[in-house]
């Protein structure tokens, strides 16, 4: 499976953070379907003030435990 950085960026994928729409998108998964996944710990996310970010750590390695 193939991972497209959300922009032209040079820092590292896995170094990224991507909103829950960015994730969703690289995911490829509803919004209620992110939200089990964080709920449920299979999906690490962080908080910075009043935002939920996605590293690219993450989002691997939930993509790892999906196949």
Known sequence: MS???MSDSTI???DQ???VKEAM????????TLH???KDGTLTVSKFGGRVLITG????K???QAT
Do not use: G, H, T
């Not at 998108?25 to 209620?32: F, I």
């Not at 750590?57 to 691997?60: K, Y």
């Open 36 to 38: 089990r996944r964080m």
């Open 17 to 19: 953070a991507f909103s």
């Open 25 to 32: 998108a690289q995911l490829k998964v509803s919004r209620a």
């Open 57 to 60: 750590a993450a989002i691997r």
């Open 3 to 5: 991972f497209k950085p």
């Open 12 to 14: 590292p994928f896995e």
């Open 62 to 64: 939930a993509l790892a």
